[in-house]
């Protein structure tokens, strides 16, 4: 099966330009998620979605981030303006897991999306 | 916060060695899973343990659960250079089965 598809791999950007990526996940997983890995730490949670509706967002600074999942599949996470701090790859996962209790949340990852601020 | 913190930081051991890295965690879980990671890559799933297990083996790898200590480990087995890598304990609390929380983790080098 195909994986789970991120773009760009890598994007510099003046500190308050604005970012997207996209992530297209595994077929038929309904809950996808966006983590913010920063060199040397493990990937944060940012969103978690199922199908079109947010599960999680409780840890995305929601001032200057912004997702959404309109169709119940492909995904978008956009940053404006971005920070210096928010250099970091943003990872793009998806499962099968569902809130009513079917399926594991055995995550797959993309490759990610590698941010540079400066 | 961090719900799952790995120990050691870093680990290097020699080819054919076993390495064993640690997971704590802070409250309840609904599950424990681990993930490897190769450098500059996304991570991938290795093993999924339930609250109500205490070991499970997959190939080279063991891992146990201790939820009275909250804590788990990963050993490898036989160790190879394509070890080499980070390696990530993840947890799910009862109330979001579906988020997992990732360590900082544990970075291996096996040396040939």
């Known amino acids: 099966e195909a994986g789970v598809a991120q773009s760009p791999r890598y994007k510099i950007i003046e500190k308050r330009q604005s970012v997207a990526f996209w992530c297209n996940p595994i077929s038929g997983h309904a809950t996808l998620y966006w983590y913010q890995q920063i060199l040397g730490q493990g990937p944060k949670l940012l969103i978690q979605f199922q199908n079109n509706g947010v599960v999680d967002d409780s840890q995305l600074p929601k001032d200057r981030f912004s997702a959404e999942r309109l169709k119940g599949v492909d995904s978008t996470l956009k940053i404006q303006p971005a920070k210096l701090e928010d250099s970091a790859v943003y990872l793009c996962a998806s499962s099968s897991f569902r809130t009513e209790g079917s399926g594991a949340n055995v995550l797959t990852f993309g490759a990610g999306s590698r941010l540079t601020v400066l | 916060s961090q719900q799952g913190e790995e120990d050691p930081q870093a680990l290097s051991i020699q080819e054919g060695e076993n390495a064993t890295m640690n997971c704590s965690y802070k409250?309840?879980?609904?599950?424990l899973q681990w993930y490897r990671q190769n450098s500059g890559r996304g991570l991938v799933h290795l093993i999924l343990i339930r609250s109500n297990e205490r070991e499970k083996h997959s190939g080279r790898l063991r891992v146990t659960l201790d939820t009275s200590k909250k804590s788990s480990s990963l050993l490898i087995t036989a160790s190879r250079a394509a070890d080499t890598a980070s390696y990530f304990c993840?947890?799910?609390?009862?109330?979001?089965?579906?988020?997992?929380?990732f360590g900082d983790g544990t970075t291996l080098t096996v040396k040939p």
């Open positions: 993840a947890t799910a609390v009862v109330a979001n089965a579906g988020k997992s929380t």
């Open positions: 409250t309840s879980i609904n599950n």
